[in-house]
T-cell receptor, first 109, second 115 residues
């Protein structure tokens, strides 16, 4: 399978601060998605981004496929951003997603 | 558009008992996934269906876990007999197809506690 490493494992921010989450993966991928799991356990799809850059409001993501990493940027963080952020990848030779262990974000008011 | 429906929301059973979870995917989604998420870890794929056929079940403990997707719509995951280490959240997800994973959507999950 594909190894997916996320960093940092834990992050505490003051409301309004910016942050960058990183996802490294061990093989070429044809699909990469970022998910947010809220404190109630619901996983929400944030971005489909196997390469390039996308933005959605205060969130943006960049994947550099040739260097096997992806970054998720959160600007002007809000308490509702708290939860766990997962990166999931699918490789060319695999038919399933591999998830990282996540970055647990706590935004304090 | 209705989301992925799962039931029950919570379940507590004793070890060696059996349990079943139900999932109804988004209408029109051909691909259905069951994941196991242990506390503090990312989801791990147990089984993936394309319509009513199994695409991948390499990480399904087949001695105790079984899953079916009759008629290619809703699906049931069963554990028999349960062990303490099966305590986890069981997530169902669906997507339009398995190639693009377009519209990949998770249900709210079933939290299983085995005592």
């Amino acid at each position: 399978g594909i190894q997916v490493e996320q960093s940092p494992p834990d992050l505490i921010l003051q409301e309004g601060a910016n942050s960058t989450l990183r996802c490294n993966f061990s093989d070429s991928v044809n699909n990469l998605q970022w998910f947010h799991q809220n404190p109630w356990g619901q996983l929400i799809n944030l971005f489909y981004i196997p390469s390039g850059t996308k933005q959605n409001g205060r969130l943006s993501a960049t994947t550099v496929a040739t260097e096997r990493y992806s970054l998720l940027y959160i600007s002007s963080s809000q308490t509702t951003d708290s939860g766990v952020y997962f990166c999931a990848v699918r490789g060319w030779n695999f038919n399933k997603f591999y998830f990282g262990s996540g970055t647990k974000l706590n935004v304090k008011p | 558009e209705a989301g992925v429906a799962q039931s029950p929301r919570y379940k507590i059973i004793e070890k060696r008992q059996s349990v079943a979870f139900w999932c109804n995917p988004i209408s029109g989604h051909a691909t259905l996934y069951w994941y196991q998420q242990i506390l503090g870890q990312g989801p791990k794929l147990l089984i993936q269906f394309q319509n009513n056929g199994v695409v991948d079940d390499s990480q399904l403990p087949k001695d105790r876990f079984s899953a079916e997707r009759l008629k290619g719509v809703d699906s049931t995951l069963k554990i028999q007999p349960a062990k303490l280490e099966d305590s986890a959240v069981y997530l169902c997800a669906s997507s339009l197809d398995s190639e693009t994973n377009y519209g990949y959507t998770f249900g709210s999950g079933t939290r299983l506690t085995v005592v």
